[in-house]
């Protein structure tokens, strides 16, 4: 049960890195943080005692494999997290070139 | 028999983006011809499930992986009433977009990238709304917004590059959270078909995580559709976005993905409580209300019918939430059905005039040149066409008859009334009140102004391809309000209503029980 | 940008081949044993990531490179849909049918289009890391100049 708590606290911190931290590619990597607590915590749901990895053994189908379903949303989720995370890379460059700095209190051209 | 037609909405688009991609690299004009007939395509085929379909729900099994005793393996696509108005909606309003970017987007670059992320957009409405697994609802709902934060970033000046990271920052955040929710749903159900998760859910496998696997789903589409507390991002991103594309975030996209998956996931995936019942239409009376007091005071007019969206989408979620608590509480259902109509159609209109308004804002701006509306004044001698069609949308939109507004509010504030939620059909009129009033000052500055603007230039009607989508859409305002009617309500939106009251309908189609 | 010093040079150059090498196999095996398209294409991506910070590359080359990369992208994935796609014209008729023959679990050449819907989704990652990799460092070249 401890897995799972530690996996919801990796996901609290990630979470309030993106609230308090100020440069912006600190929140990138906080939003990073939060993203892997998620994968964790599918591949943890898989586990079962004693599994081993789901590749069938023809010689002895028989065993206790990890349940593989988890496994393939992760690395679907993976790649879904790569797309975010390099968007949110090119727009901070992009953000940098504009404004000259990575401080997201000097970023307020919209207001209201 | 399986419909081939069904998987094709989803491939269409796609290959129309990376064809986009390859052709639009040797041969200029290519893209915009490619997407308009991706387009033409994609609007023929769900028009056409549509009027053939009818009632019916037809399930598609991707690669003929048949249900095992009972339970659903490999990936379903469901097309019945409700996704079948939302394809709809979906493609029309692309179709109408991408007419309008032909002249918009002339005067931006790279062309082909534009369409190509606006096909790959419609892909991903289309998935979500035809995925009948919660996990490909998360694939095809980070598909689409993903193109959509690129394209809202569009423009690459210092607004537009605010507003997509907002907008991405708190995107991201809310993915997450659905995703922690589809891990916790898959430890408690050990499946992802929504048809199933029902199954396992009724039988009283709901394991200790039932509230917080709801919270969490809530807190996630309800980031992804604005509702109030969620909405910081909208405005910003909104109004940020290129016209045509603000025109379908405001109209289609918030619905697609936002909406659309909360009720389809609270209907169909969960049963119904009372408290969760009480939360959302809490939620939704809260950004009606807030969203429209937060409009008033805004002179740029696209952030203006920014706001307006996130109050509208409150009459929407609201009305669904009437319908479920009296649905909770297994009393007038028949009052819950009509709440339930009411909300849907809303949202048909709201698709309809909030792109409409969109595209108007998106004409002035391409003619005057600003989007202020204390520089503008005048502009209904200037520019005739738009200033009748925003007339239609401002008319439709504060629920004037005989546009579709109208009778939408109507609906709804008669379902209010008769389910003895009188606070909330109080509220309803009152916000239906100041949206005219608000609406009216965005005719009399922008339009009706005696006196005139502080714009120097010669203002002049828009090109022929802008109008022509902006009429087609006036007239899709008017038209929508037949379906009101009692013969025409029973054949199109009865099915959607039936679908989400009949709650075990749905699952038992799918797993064949 | 510039290249780093002839140590890494020589190193790289000893190992990028091995490296593509292994993502190929990767890649063909990746219906047998753990790994497959995805994994295989960003072991492939990595090794041309790992030739281009060694040596280096000037601005008009990365523009044409990461040009190309988006073509191969582009086309990968239009192939994977048309084999997806071919499903509604053959056999049962359905979208995603693996209509050829599955062969005897456990060779290399066996399970209908797994292997090649492997190889498509290999080039595709491998093609599109490298632009994205591309793609930031234009970015950050045209910040420098």
């Known amino acids: 049960m401890t897995v799972y708590w530690l996996c919801f606290i990796l996901f609290l911190t990630g979470l309030y890195g993106v609230i308090t931290r100020r440069n912006l590619i600190k929140i990138a990597i906080s939003l990073s943080v939060m993203e892997f607590s998620c994968f964790l915590f599918l591949a943890l749901i898989g586990y079962r005692e004693g599994g081993v990895a789901p590749i069938v053994d023809m010689a002895d189908p028989v065993k206790t494999y990890v349940d593989p379903l988890p496994q393939a949303m992760v690395l679907t989720a993976i790649v879904i997290g790569l797309a975010t995370t390099a968007m949110l890379m090119a727009v901070i460059i992009r953000i940098y070139r504009k404004y000259g700095t990575f401080d997201i209190r000097e970023i307020k051209n919209l207001r209201g | ?10 491939a269409v688009p796609l290959a129309g983006a990376f064809l986009i991609m390859i052709l639009g690299r040797f041969i200029t004009g290519v893209p915009r011809i490619m ?6 395509l994609l609007a023929f085929i769900s028009f056409w499930l549509l009027i053939t379909g009818g009632a019916a729900s037809s399930v598609y099994t991707l690669g003929g992986w048949e249900p095992v005793d009972g339970v659903p393996i490999g990936l379903y696509l469901i097309h019945d009433g409700f996704s079948a108005l939302v394809l709809c909606i979906i493609s029309l309003i692309g179709l109408l977009s ?41 694939v095809f709902l980070e598909i689409s917004v993903i193109s959509s934060y690129a394209l809202v970033a569009f423009g690459v000046e210092k607004n537009e590059l605010e507003a997509t990271l907002k907008y991405q920052v ?21 499946t992802l ?18 509230i917080l696997i709801q919270i969490l789903l809530l807190t996630g589409f309800g980031l992804k559709a604005a509702i109030i507390p969620f909405h910081a991002w909208l405005p910003d991103a909104h109004s940020s976005a290129p016209s045509p594309i603000s025109a379908m975030l405001s109209g289609v996209l918030i619905k697609a993905v936002g909406i659309y998956v909360i009720i389809r996931l609270f209907f169909n995936m969960f049963e119904i409580t009372v408290g969760m019942a009480i939360l959302i239409t809490t939620l939704g009376a809260l950004s009606m209300a807030a969203g429209v007091f937060l409009a008033i005071g805004q002179w740029d007019i696209k952030r203006l019918l920014a706001y307006h969206s996130i109050s509208q989408m409150g009459y929407v979620i609201m009305s669904v939430g009437i319908g479920m608590i009296l649905m909770a509480r297994g009393i007038r259902s028949e009052v819950a059905a009509l709440a339930i109509t009411g909300g849907i159609f809303h949202m048909l209109n709201h698709a309809a005039f909030k792109g409409l308004l969109f595209l108007n804002a998106g004409a002035i701006e391409y003619s005057a040149g600003t989007r202020d509306l204390r520089e503008m004044g005048g502009l209904a001698r200037s520019m005739p066409f738009t200033s009748a069609t925003s007339l239609a949308a401002s008319l439709s939109i504060s629920g004037i008859p005989p546009f579709n507004g109208f009778f939408s509010k109507l609906i709804i504030i008669v379902a209010a009334v008769m389910g003895r939620f009188y606070l909330l059909a109080a509220l309803a009129a009152l916000v239906s009140i100041i949206t005219l009033a608000s609406f009216m000052k965005f005719q009399r500055y922008a339009f009706y102004n005696t006196e005139p603007g502080k714009i120097q230039k010669e203002i002049r009607e828009v090109p022929l391809p802008m109008l022509l989508s902006m009429v087609t859409l006036a007239l899709i305002c008017l038209l929508l309000s037949l379906l009101a009617l009692p013969g025409i309500r029973e054949t199109v939106l009865s099915p959607a209503t039936d679908i989400l009251m009949d709650q075990m309908k749905y699952s038992s189609q799918i797993t064949g029980m | 940008m510039k290249g780093m010093t002839v140590i890494v040079k020589k190193t790289t150059q000893l190992i990028a081949g091995i490296i593509f090498l292994y993502g190929i196999y990767i890649i063909l095996h990746g219906h047998l044993t753990p790994g497959g398209g995805f994994a295989g294409g960003v072991i492939l ?14 601005f008009l080359h ?26 509604l014209l053959v056999g049962a008729k359905i979208f995603f049918t693996n209509w050829l023959p599955h ?15 492997n190889i498509f989704v290999g080039i595709e990652v491998a093609a599109s890391i490298l632009t994205i990799f591309l793609a930031l460092v234009i970015f950050k070249e045209e910040i420098l100049k």
């Open chain 2, 1 to 10: 028999m399986m419909n081939p037609l069904i998987p094709l909405l989803v």
């Open chain 2, 35 to 40: 997407a308009l007939a991706t387009l033409l």
């Open chain 2, 98 to 138: 991408v007419i309008y970017s032909i002249s918009y987007m002339a005067r931006y670059t790279s062309e082909n990238y534009f369409y190509s992320l606006f096909c790959l957009m419609i892909a991903g409405m289309n998935g979500v709304v035809l995925s009948g697994d919660i996990f490909n609802i998360f």
């Open chain 2, 170 to 190: 708190l995107g991201a955040v809310a993915s997450f959270m659905i995703l922690f929710a589809i891990g916790f749903i898959y430890w408690s159900a050990k």
């Open chain 2, 193 to 210: 078909n929504i048809a199933d998760i029902r199954v396992v859910f009724g039988e009283g496998g709901q394991g200790p995580h039932y």
């Open chain 3, 45 to 58: 991506a990595g090794s041309f990531i790992l030739l281009i910070l060694a040596f280096g590359s000037d």
């Open chain 3, 62 to 87: 990365l523009v044409r490179e990461e040009r190309g990369s988006t073509l191969y992208e582009n086309l990968a994935i239009l192939i994977f849909l048309l084999l997806a796609l071919s499903g």
């Open chain 3, 103 to 117: 062969g005897t679990p456990g060779e290399l050449i066996s399970a209908g289009f797994l292997p090649l819907y």
